[in-house]
């Protein structure tokens, strides 16, 4: 072979090579199209539509299919005006020329999709000759995410650029525009002495915050105008001196202190401290932020929680209104305190008692009716009442009748020393308004405000549900004592039992069925109390169900029964079953009265009656014999003086004496037998 044919056939042979690796190279760069995670459209620009597009820009443009999108026009896809305001057609325009030119073009086009949102658009745009004719290869990337960055990036850039430009100005700033920057902060600021403590600057909001001018301010340190001891215990100048120590090593502490304002109110902040840059400077700065807000949040929520606790845990009604003046007097002053509480009659009128009074100046009023002062104001109209400076200006006083300029339904006669300001607000539950609580300050007129209002509105909800509550519980514990009481000293014995067994006995019932011990009894049913069988002869057992279950049906039985005691004495009681609602179901009341006596009375009746009718019996044949027996002696002495009447002069003498022998003789029966009734008349009349 020679060199030529050797070289065209090493030359064939890599044409073979090199028609395979292409053959392999398309099928490589059509799945890449396909499954590449960019977006990729090939669009010929001459006739200005979509050739092919790969399922990433289907997505993007979230097309319904593929040949959707290629049947649209890039008019289509995009808005009427880009971002920079230019017609999407006059700027598809310019894109295509830049192609042209450059072979290679990126620029930021917004889209609309096919579902009519507009997305943000990085393209980056290349020329690709196939076929003779040229395409363009177009990769679009969703740039949301980074133009949402931008703009955040945008506002960081001129926030910093802002403050940048304020420091800077600062830093190049006079001593006075220093100041101004200090007067309009948004917090307090005040500038120490890290050596004397001493205020060195401070702005108008630490004036009208710590409520002392200026100048004051300037000859005082942080713990002149802050309480002895701060919530924690700690001594606040110690602690103040503290603080300052650590903001002169850089070590900025932050923390939360608590300042007195002139009028005794207790003001929460938190403390920023700095330490201001300069050779030798012992400056701190200290930013303040009034935490009153949040503050009062938190000591709203721990009083709800101190008046329902408190409701739950105290005794007596006495103990509840000592513990609520102590939570009222956690959130504002409340030297002066009282509570009113109005007890409506049946006949519709009603009294307003003190039951709860302390004051400084004054006793605790008597009761009286609702009349036109501020606590009948208050109880009346169910509004809170705040009688300040403001309202004391219209105050008018004429023979101590006070009047108010436009409240004409307030009039009272002042007695004693007038308030300088008054609080109060009402105590209601469910739109029922019963009592008021209120507060009072000789001294101070600015004590109290809208803020201390609000407050004292929002506690006093919780006061009354408390007061309510435990006013019924009370109520029920008086009534529960009294009835106990009743139960406990009644002489006639008292069980509650249900269908099956006995539930509680009173000590009457144990000395009448001769029990020692309240447990003995308790657990036990009728039938164990009793013998097998009643004196009419019907069973214990049988008996009592039939007694119980009457009473169950119909609320009451009544019956005589005999019981049995541990010695087994049989004991005859009377007993009424009454029954009566407890703790959600029916039980029986069973009252039993001893009638062992009244058994023995009736015996002893029955008795006496029976002998009564065995004397009637012999009264009436003692009258019959009595009656005989006088007939014979009267008839004797009738036939003996008819003969002496008749034959006196014809009888001899001894027959003379036998006939009057006979009527002496007779007439002395008739005496006997007279006799013996009159003992029996003394016997009859208990002689």
Sequence with gaps: MSNAEESGG????????????????????????????????LFEPETGVFLDCNPAAVEMIRARSKEALLRAAPADLAPPFQADGKPSSERSLEVTAMVRQHGSYRFEWLARRFDGTEVPLEIIATALPVNGQVLHVVVPRDISERKRAEAEIQTLNQTLEQRVAEATNELRASEAQFRTLVENAPEAIVVVDGMTSRFQTVNENAVRLFGRSREELLRLTPADISPPFQPDGRPSDEAAREKICA?????????????????????????????????????????????????????????????????????????LYERIHGIV????????????????????????????????????????????????????TGKPL????????????????????GFPEISYLESGAPAAIWLGVPLSVRGRNFGIIAVQNYHDGQAYGEEEKQLLMFVAGQIAV?????????????????????????????ILHDEERYLEANPATLRILGFNSIEELLGKHPRDTSPPFQPGGERSDVLS????????????????WVARNPKGQEIPVEVILTRIQMGGRQIIQAVINDITERKRAEGEMWRALEREKELSHLKSDFVSVVSHEFRTPLGIIHSSAEILGDYLDQLDPAERKEHLQSITKNARRMAELMEGVLVLGRLDAGK
């Design 247 to 319: 903001a002169l090593k850089d070590e900025n502490p932050i923390f939360e202190w608590q300042h007195r304002h002139p009028n005794g109110k207790l003001i929460s902040t938190e403390v920023r401290l700095l330490r201001l840059p300069g050779d030798g400077c012992c400056l701190v700065r200290a930013s303040i932020l009034d935490n009153t807000e949040r503050r009062r949040r938190e000591q709203l929520q721990q009083a709800t929680y101190q008046i329902s606790e408190a409701a739950h845990d105290v005794q007596d009604l006495p103990s």
């Design 386 to 405: 705040l009688v300040g400076p403001a309202m004391n200006a219209r105050k008018r006083v004429v023979d101590n009748c006070v009047t108010f300029e």
């Design 10 to 41: 090493k030359c064939h042979q890599s044409s073979r090579a090199s028609d395979g690796f292409l053959v392999d190279a398309d099928s490589m760069f059509q799945r890449l199209f396909e499954r590449s995670a960019d977006a990729i459209l």
């Design 329 to 380: 007097g956690a959130l504002m002053t409340a030297k002066n305190f009282y509570i009113a509480l109005y007890d409506e009659a049946d006949d519709g009128t009603g009294l307003i008692n003190f039951p709860y009074f302390v004051d400084e100046v004054e006793a605790a009023p008597k009761s009286f009716p609702i009349g036109r002062g501020l606590t009948s104001y208050v109880l009346r």
């Design 466 to 494: 408390a007061i309510e509550r435990k006013r019924a519980d009370q109520a029920l514990r008086e009534s529960e004592e009294k009835f106990r009481a009743l139960f406990e000293a009644s002489s006639q014995g008292v």
């Design 545 to 560: 169900e039939k007694y119980i279950s009457q009473c169950m049906r119909e609320g009451s039985a009544r019956f005589d």
